[in-house]
Protein backbone atom coordinates (compact mmCIF):
# COMPACT_ATOMS: atom_id res chain seq x y z
CA UNK A 1 0.00 0.00 0.00
CA UNK A 2 1.18 3.43 -1.06
CA UNK A 3 2.07 5.33 2.29
CA UNK A 4 0.81 8.47 0.46
CA UNK A 5 -1.96 8.97 -1.84
CA UNK A 6 -2.26 12.39 -4.30
CA UNK A 7 -5.57 13.09 -5.74
CA UNK A 8 -6.75 15.73 -7.76
CA UNK A 9 -4.85 17.28 -10.80
CA UNK A 10 -5.90 17.11 -14.27
CA UNK A 11 -5.91 19.64 -17.38
CA UNK A 12 -6.95 23.52 -16.74
CA UNK A 13 -6.37 26.56 -18.81
CA UNK A 14 -4.17 29.39 -18.39
CA UNK A 15 -5.27 31.39 -15.54
CA UNK A 16 -7.35 28.93 -14.15
CA UNK A 17 -7.04 27.15 -10.76
CA UNK A 18 -6.38 23.25 -9.75
CA UNK A 19 -6.69 21.82 -6.09
CA UNK A 20 -4.39 18.50 -5.26
CA UNK A 21 -4.44 16.93 -2.19
CA UNK A 22 -2.44 13.88 -0.53
CA UNK A 23 -3.14 12.02 2.13
CA UNK A 24 -0.98 9.96 4.76
CA UNK A 25 -2.34 6.62 4.37
CA UNK A 26 -0.73 5.43 7.70
CA UNK A 27 -1.73 7.75 10.47
CA UNK A 28 -0.47 6.11 13.07
CA UNK A 29 2.91 6.54 11.83
CA UNK A 30 4.71 10.17 13.04
CA UNK A 31 4.82 12.75 10.12
CA UNK A 32 6.30 16.00 11.21
CA UNK A 33 6.24 17.77 7.95
CA UNK A 34 4.19 17.37 4.15
CA UNK A 35 5.68 18.54 1.07
CA UNK A 36 4.86 19.21 -2.68
CA UNK A 37 7.93 18.60 -5.26
CA UNK A 38 7.08 18.74 -9.23
CA UNK A 39 9.23 17.66 -12.02
CA UNK A 40 8.48 18.69 -15.66
CA UNK A 41 9.29 16.71 -18.97
CA UNK A 42 13.07 16.91 -19.45
CA UNK A 43 13.76 19.13 -15.86
CA UNK A 44 14.97 18.12 -12.53
CA UNK A 45 12.49 17.36 -9.50
CA UNK A 46 11.78 20.88 -7.84
CA UNK A 47 11.00 22.07 -4.14
CA UNK A 48 7.19 23.44 -4.46
CA UNK A 49 6.39 24.28 -0.91
CA UNK A 50 5.95 22.29 2.22
CA UNK A 51 3.78 22.55 5.31
CA UNK A 52 4.75 22.10 9.05
CA UNK A 53 2.14 19.89 10.36
CA UNK A 54 2.09 21.04 14.20
CA UNK A 55 1.39 24.57 13.74
CA UNK A 56 0.42 24.88 10.07
CA UNK A 57 3.24 26.96 8.65
CA UNK A 58 3.82 27.12 5.25
CA UNK A 59 6.58 27.54 3.18
CA UNK A 60 6.94 28.08 -0.61
CA UNK A 61 9.17 28.64 -3.58
CA UNK A 62 9.30 32.10 -4.72
CA UNK A 63 7.99 31.19 -8.25
CA UNK A 64 4.64 29.55 -6.84
CA UNK A 65 4.31 31.76 -3.26
CA UNK A 66 2.02 34.54 -5.03
CA UNK A 67 -0.23 31.94 -6.68
CA UNK A 68 -0.04 28.87 -4.73
CA UNK A 69 -1.19 27.60 -0.77
CA UNK A 70 -0.85 24.83 1.42
CA UNK A 71 -3.44 23.55 4.24
CA UNK A 72 -3.72 20.82 6.33
CA UNK A 73 -6.76 18.92 8.08
CA UNK A 74 -7.32 18.43 11.37
CA UNK A 75 -6.66 15.23 12.20
CA UNK A 76 -3.24 15.95 10.24
CA UNK A 77 -3.70 13.55 7.65
CA UNK A 78 -4.23 15.13 4.21
CA UNK A 79 -2.94 18.46 3.16
CA UNK A 80 -3.67 20.26 -0.50
CA UNK A 81 -2.11 22.67 -2.52
CA UNK A 82 -4.92 25.37 -4.26
CA UNK A 83 -3.16 26.61 -7.06
CA UNK A 84 -4.18 29.72 -8.81
CA UNK A 85 -3.34 31.71 -11.51
CA UNK A 86 -1.89 28.33 -13.25
CA UNK A 87 0.74 29.11 -15.83
CA UNK A 88 2.22 26.63 -18.59
CA UNK A 89 5.32 26.54 -16.86
CA UNK A 90 3.25 24.80 -13.74
CA UNK A 91 2.82 22.11 -16.59
CA UNK A 92 4.82 18.88 -14.36
CA UNK A 93 3.88 15.40 -12.49
CA UNK A 94 3.78 16.99 -8.77
CA UNK A 95 4.83 14.82 -6.09
CA UNK A 96 3.69 14.75 -2.43
CA UNK A 97 6.42 14.00 0.44
CA UNK A 98 6.60 13.50 4.21
CA UNK A 99 9.07 13.67 6.66
CA UNK A 100 9.22 11.77 9.64
CA UNK A 101 11.91 13.58 11.67
CA UNK A 102 12.83 16.60 11.80
CA UNK A 103 15.17 17.49 9.52
CA UNK A 104 17.59 20.88 8.36
CA UNK A 105 16.14 22.10 4.76
CA UNK A 106 12.85 20.67 3.98
CA UNK A 107 13.43 22.57 0.37
CA UNK A 108 15.69 19.39 -0.25
CA UNK A 109 13.89 16.17 -1.41
CA UNK A 110 16.58 14.41 1.12
CA UNK A 111 14.74 16.01 4.01
CA UNK A 112 11.78 13.29 2.81
CA UNK A 113 11.25 9.88 3.89
CA UNK A 114 8.29 8.83 1.64
CA UNK A 115 6.80 9.88 -1.63
CA UNK A 116 3.88 9.23 -3.62
CA UNK A 117 3.44 8.26 -7.03
CA UNK A 118 3.21 11.69 -8.53
CA UNK A 119 0.25 13.30 -9.99
CA UNK A 120 -0.12 15.04 -13.50
CA UNK A 121 -1.02 18.51 -13.64
CA UNK A 122 -1.28 20.13 -17.35
CA UNK A 123 -1.64 23.84 -18.08
CA UNK A 124 -2.83 24.39 -21.23
CA UNK A 125 -1.91 27.63 -23.24
Known amino acids: QEKLLESGGGLVQTGGSLRISCTNT????????MGWFRQAPGKEREFVGF????????TLADSVKDRFTISRDKEMKTIDMQMNNLKPEDTAVYFCASARYWAGDYRNSNGYNDWGRGIQVTVSS
Open 26 to 33: EPNFRRVV
Open 51 to 58: ITLTNGAT
